[in-house]
């Protein structure tokens, strides 16, 4: 039995419906059907009437048979010149539609300038981009599971879930897009100087088991402490960021774990203090905090599109690490037409000095990560074989022809 997802057009809405069924591979004709042309045969109770054809009707037949068969040879030129023809003018090139996801979030720096400077139109021309902005890792990969997203910025953990939900099956890592820019914030009053001062205290993350949440939980395990759910002490909120930034400043929360702009927002906005940078528990400091993934199908069978993108993300990357200040514009005017307002120019600077804007996945810190979220129950009975998760080599070939460094 396989299971097969189709986006049918109802009206003018894409409907997604779950089909059930199996396939055969090939099948014949059908029962009963003639595979010789018809005639009469054994066991139909009535013989064949045979007589001797003149000479006049054979050579009638003759010519019949002599123009059928120039018909069928000038159908099938007709047939070979408009497939040709086909082939010149529809050359199927990768052109198409190409549904891409991304995050209203710095981390997510090249999705904001490579579609405000047009980079992604210029290495994918042809191509109908439509965006879709998203607020939450599972949402991104519901999506793409329901055959409605192509390719998308995320982060690493709900990239292992959609991943291990799938089998392995739906999607691939194809490219980083950022390291670092995840922080520790406290409020200035809470009392909290060190980890174990966050016992009997409120923290929170984005969302539960995500790429924070399950850095933040590690982090209380290795100090020895634990959520009250898991019978500890520390009580974890787990609400949206712009929710963490209300409660902050309200004195509701004591203390959070958040990506950037966030924990610079928290600081500047909510009386915080930065106590941590997840940087410092990194060796080299280096962490992916978001990577692109894209469907298996999409790779497999449009792949000229992907290392089109992955050309533009490459661009996108070195122009936004050659100007600072002119791509740090370009995000703010993007974080400001997506949430409706601009981010302090402090809040920025700060942001953007935690963060490393890369194409490198930093592939050793997700497995690391992996391990983390098993360790804490995330990951169900068995820790996953990610070894297949891993698809970096047209990343390398575009990195090749731009004269860069390869990636491991």
């Known amino acids: 039995m396989s299971y097969y997802i189709y986006p049918v057009q109802k009206g003018s809405e894409d409907v997604v419906g779950m089909v059930e069924g199996t396939r055969q591979e090939g099948a014949g004709m059908m029962e009963g059907s003639a595979s010789d042309g018809g005639g009469v045969g054994p066991g139909t109770g009535t013989q064949p009437v045979l007589r001797r054809l003149g000479e006049k009707e054979l050579r009638?037949?003759?010519?019949?048979?002599k123009k059928a068969r120039m018909?069928?040879?000038?159908?099938?030129?007709?047939?070979?010149v408009a497939s040709v023809a086909a082939y010149v003018v529809w050359k199927p090139d990768d052109s198409g539609v190409l549904r891409m996801g991304y995050f209203p979030n710095i981390t997510h720096s090249q999705a904001l300038v490579g579609l405000e400077k047009g980079i992604f139109k210029q290495h994918l021309p042809g191509t109908d981009i439509r965006t879709y902005v998203f607020n939450a890792g599972p949402s991104a990969i519901e999506a793409m599971f329901a055959g409605k997203l192509d390719i998308t910025y995320i982060g690493p953990s709900p990239t292992i879930n959609g991943y291990v939900q799938s089998g392995g099956q739906a999607l691939k890592v194809v490219a980083g897009a950022s390291s670092g820019g995840a922080v520790l914030v406290v409020r200035n009053d809470s009392g909290i100087f060190s980890a174990t001062d966050l016992d009997g205290h409120?923290?929170?993350?984005?969302?539960?088991g995500n790429t924070q949440d399950v850095a933040m939980r590690h982090y209380l395990k290795v100090n020895g402490l634990k959520a009250k759910e898991e019978g500890g002490s520390v009580?974890?909120?787990?609400?949206?960021n712009a929710d963490i930034l209300t409660l902050f400043k309200k004195g509701e929360l004591d203390a959070a774990w958040v990506p950037e702009p966030w924990g610079a927002r928290l600081v500047h906005e909510a009386g915080g203090r930065l106590m941590l940078d997840e940087r410092d528990i990194w060796p080299g400091g280096a962490f992916v905090t978001a990577n692109i993934i894209v469907s298996t199908k999409l790779l497999e069978e449009r792949p000229r599109l992907v290392k089109g993108f992955l050309e533009a993300h490459v661009e996108a990357t070195v122009w936004i690490n050659s100007n600072p200040s002119e791509a740090k514009e370009v995000v703010n005017a993007q974080m400001e037409k997506l949430a409706g307002k601009r981010l302090d120019d402090t809040v920025l600077t700060e942001s953007f000095g935690r963060l490393n804007v890369t194409y490198d996945p930093v592939?050793?810190?997700?497995?690391t990560y992996s391990d983390w979220a098993f360790d804490l129950g995330f990951l169900g009975p068995s820790n996953p074989d990610l070894s297949g998760l891993y698809?970096?080599?047209?990343l390398n070939e575009v990195l090749r022809e731009k004269g860069l460094g390869e990636v491991g």
Do not use: D, Y
């Open 60 to 65: 009638a037949r003759a010519v019949r048979r």
């Open 363 to 367: 592939r050793s810190s997700l497995f």
């Open 391 to 394: 698809s970096l080599g047209t």
């Open 235 to 240: 009580t974890v909120v787990n609400i949206p």
């Open 71 to 80: 018909a069928a040879a000038a159908v099938v030129v007709m047939i070979v």
């Open 202 to 208: 409120r923290i929170a993350s984005p969302q539960l």
